[in-house]
């Protein structure tokens, strides 16, 4: 299987700040990797899909990079409304999720 | 409105089957790879089965495998989880969610808002 390390686990940050969420692959992956954001008590939804394919409708402040084993999303300017938690996901084989990223505001 | 709905959670107990639906809105069910993906209280995301666009292919994640089936029926554009021996780990909300690639690159781009399934006796 292959897994997938999150980091940090949580992070608070102010508004205004640029902040990155690490995913590392314990095998490579090539760019098969997506991000999703999750709010309290709602579903996923989907940010970035092929470790840098912004999804259509999601803000610009959010981008994806990375390949092989090491990704990273980044938020340029955080928003009140980035509280959640945020996920990564491999499809290279089968699926899983990282174990998320709990962002919180200061 | 694009969306999908999921229902038929409950509770259950340990051994017992529970069968959970998902109705897709909007658009055609059996023109995209589905998926169910679940999170036990309080967790992250566990992925947990795929059936492909065309029907023909399934996969699921070990945990699961040989207890539930995934299905869809076409005819009321809905897909079906069929869960079967249920344990206490596999409490949890269960999602349905499309996967429009059409290539390996699987990923999520709408999602239902779930239904808590919880085992216990």
């Known amino acids: 299987d292959i897994q997938l390390t999150q980091s940090p686990t949580s992070l608070s940050a102010s508004v205004g700040d640029r902040i990155t969420i690490a995913c590392r692959a314990s095998q490579t992956i090539g760019s098969h990797l997506n991000w999703y954001q999750q709010k309290p008590g709602e579903a996923p939804k989907l940010l970035v899909y092929?470790?840098?394919r912004l999804q259509t409708g999601v803000p610009s402040r959010f981008g994806g990079s990375g390949s092989g084993t090491d990704f990273t999303l980044t938020i340029s300017s955080l928003q009140p409304e980035d509280l959640a938690t945020y996920y990564c996901q491999q499809s290279y084989i089968l699926v899983t999720f990282g174990q998320g990223t709990r962002l919180e505001i200061k | 409105q694009v969306q999908l709905v999921e229902s038929g959670g409950g509770v259950v107990q340990p051994g017992r089957s529970l069968r959970l639906s998902c109705a897709a809105s909007?658009?055609?069910?059996?023109?995209?790879?589905m998926h169910w993906v679940r999170q036990a209280p309080g967790k992250g995301l566990e992925w947990v089965a795929v059936l492909s666009y065309d029907g023909d292919n399934k996969d699921y994640a070990d945990s699961v495998k040989g207890r539930f089936t995934i299905s869809r029926d076409n005819s009321d554009n809905s897909l079906y989880l069929q869960m079967n021996s249920l344990r206490a780990e596999d409490t949890a909300v269960y999602f349905c969610?499309?996967?429009?690639?059409?290539?390996?690159?699987?990923?999520?781009?709408?999602w239902g808002r779930g239904t808590l399934v919880t085992v216990s006796s």
């Open positions: 969610a499309r996967d429009p690639s059409v290539t390996s690159y699987w990923y999520f781009d709408l």
């Open positions: 909007e658009f055609t069910l059996s023109d995209y790879a």
């Open positions: 092929a470790a840098n």
